[in-house]
């Protein structure tokens, strides 16, 4: 099984917080909900505006609350452009805690990296991100998504040996009381393109609490300040394709930004103003090795292969 080490899970409520994509604290400091102050603006007939990357880079920025139990700084904000209002995330660098295995001050754009990989995926599993100067200095500025409150849950923990239909298994949780718990994920086509997502940018903290189904069926993920390091950093809750073939469409993407990361590719120009030139190469390593293998990557032996807490 993929995730054969044991992870905690305190108490009886854990299935329900693994459930709950709306909350959690991440490594990297995001979170979706709870954010003092609330939402407020840019919403019409229940749905949220849109915001394009022209709109959260030139839009004025308005701090609304501070998003809470982050580890970092992580403002809910508003922008206006144009007439309209919409939500968004901003998170400053000033604000980001030193890391020891990153660079200070560099979360932000590593979270803006993510965004332009996904987008050159056409995937479009990150909302949309960009760098931008804010009410206090330079950070992320990330379009709100919010998470649909009746979605069927992508993540569960089931008190038996073998997941049920639809599920793929993860590894055993304890869930208190000498008692153990099968983490499962669902067999989801759009988590097992977040998979291949997460592999290629080394995602370091994909957890629940990052996966925003929303009301239209489309699956957001946030908090990717802890991406693209040089080293082997994996670290998920989607190890349930682990050492299977790869989709023909993951496949055909990943071949896709093979060239679109070659060396004066405009997509390999805009990464390099944002990670350094060993974490390009690696990221031109990982592309390749995925084409290479033609399977999803198995957990590392030097690295935790489940983030902690896994919410």
């Not at 599920?167 to 669902?186: D, M, N, Q, S, Y």
Request: charged share 25%; net charge negative; proline share 7%.
């Amino acid at each position: 099984m993929p995730g054969e080490k044991t992870v905690a899970a305190d108490g009886t409520g854990a299935a329900d917080r693994l459930a709950d994509r709306r909350t959690g604290e991440s490594r990297d400091g995001g979170t979706r909900g709870g954010a003092d102050g609330g939402i407020s603006g840019g919403a019409a007939a229940g749905r949220p505006v849109r915001l394009s990357a022209d709109a959260l880079a030139r839009g004025e920025l308005t701090v609304r609350g501070q998003v809470r139990e982050a580890s970092n700084a992580v403002l809910y904000c508003t922008i206006t452009y144009e007439g309209a209002t919409g939500p968004c995330v901003y998170k400053p660098v000033a604000g980001e805690r030193p890391l020891w295995d990153f660079p200070d001050g560099t979360l932000a754009q590593r979270e803006v990296a993510a965004y332009e990989l996904s987008r050159a995926t056409g995937w479009d599993l990150i909302p949309t991100t960009v760098l931008r100067d804010g009410p206090y200095g330079q950070g992320m500025v990330q379009e709100w998504i919010e998470a649909a409150p009746e979605d069927a849950g992508l993540l569960a923990l089931v008190e038996r040996d073998e997941p049920g239909p639809g599920w793929k298994p993860v590894g055993f949780a304890e869930v208190g009381e000498g008692r153990t718990a099968l983490l499962v994920h669902a067999d989801d086509e759009r988590l097992r393109r977040l998979a291949v997502l997460d592999a290629v940018i080394n995602n370091g903290d994909r957890k629940g609490g990052h996966l925003l189904p929303a009301a239209d069926g489309r699956l957001y993920a946030i908090d990717h300040g802890v991406t693209f390091n040089a080293d082997d950093k994996l670290r998920t809750l989607l190890w349930g394709w682990a050492g299977e073939p790869l989709t023909e469409e993951a496949r055909t993407v990943l071949e896709r930004l093979a060239t679109a990361l070659a060396e004066g590719a405009p997509l390999a120009t805009r990464l390099a103003a944002l990670i350094t030139g060993a974490e390009l190469a690696a990221l031109r390593a990982r592309v390749a090795d995925l084409l290479r293998t033609g399977v999803h990557p198995r957990p590392g032996g030097d690295w935790p292969p489940i983030p902690w807490p896994p919410v």
